[in-house]
T-cell receptor, first 113, second 112 residues
Framework: GAGVSQSPRYKVAKRGQDVALRCDPI?????LFWYQQALGQGPEFLTY????????KSGLPSDRFFAERPEGSVSTLKIQRTQQEDSAVYLC???????????FGPGTRLTVL | DAKTTQPTSMDCAEGRAANLPCNHS???????VYWYRQIHSQGPQYIIH???NNETNEMASLIITEDRKSSTLILPHATLRDTAVYYC?????????????FGKGMKLTVNP
């Protein structure tokens, strides 16, 4: 079946621009996660949704980062006033129930110039 | 979540078994051991997980020591496509924090 999809796959932004990254989880999956992966590092947790409720946003690095999942399926990660240190791969994962194995999308590579 | 320790890198010959070690000496009784791998420019791929007993699936086998302080992921017949960064993670599976805490992982290179 279809896995987790993310769009765009690549995004180049000028410093100060706002960006929106989309995640389509596996259909019916309850949990959705966002991770950030800097070059040469393992993924780091950003935020977690159970259906439409954002239960953990402890990993969001600043108030410029905002995530939503209004109908409990598709999620958007928004970064306002992007800075060079935001350059990374942003990964989305979903799992069918709580708790369960997480399945990852291909990621969005964000480059801030 | 308990921390894990893995070698930085390992080489393996194509067709041979690859044995990937992981230490998790501070693991708690309710923490599972998960293995993921990440091939260049792709998202992490789930491989296998276990609590106490050894586990096997179509991808790999997971051997967990009796004291649960270490484990080994076994790829029985490594292929060039198994070249990737492998992450060993321990995680509580009782609700609450669901996040995965990744380390730097171990780079496995399968050589022809």
């Amino acid at each position: 079946g279809a896995g987790v999809s993310q769009s765009p796959r690549y995004k180049v932004a000028k410093r100060g621009q706002d960006v929106a990254l989309r995640c389509d989880p596996i259909s019916g999956h309850v949990s959705l996660f966002w991770y950030q992966q800097a070059l040469g590092q393992g993924p780091e947790f950003l935020t977690y949704f159970q259906n439409e409720a954002q239960l953990d946003k402890s990993g969001l690095p600043s108030d410029r980062f905002f995530a939503e999942r209004p109908e409990g399926s598709v999620s958007t990660l928004k970064i306002q006033r992007t800075q060079q240190e935001d350059s990374a791969v942003y990964l989305c994962a979903s799992s069918p129930r709580v708790p369960d194995t997480q399945y990852f999308g291909p990621g969005t590579r964000l480059t801030v110039l | 979540d308990a921390k894990t320790t893995q070698p930085t890198s390992m080489d393996c010959a194509e067709g041979r078994a690859a044995n990937l070690p992981c230490n998790h000496s501070t693991i708690s009784g309710n923490e599972y051991v998960y293995w993921y791998r990440q091939i260049h420019s792709q998202g992490p791929q789930y491989i296998i997980h276990g609590l106490k007993n050894n586990e096997t699936n179509e991808m790999a086998s997971l051997i967990i020591t009796e004291d649960r302080k270490s484990s080994t992921l076994i790829l029985p017949h490594a292929t060039l496509r198994d070249t990737a960064v492998y992450y060993c993670i321990v995680r509580v599976d009782q609700g609450g924090s669901e996040k995965l805490v990744f380390g730097k992982g171990m780079k496995l290179t399968v050589n022809p």
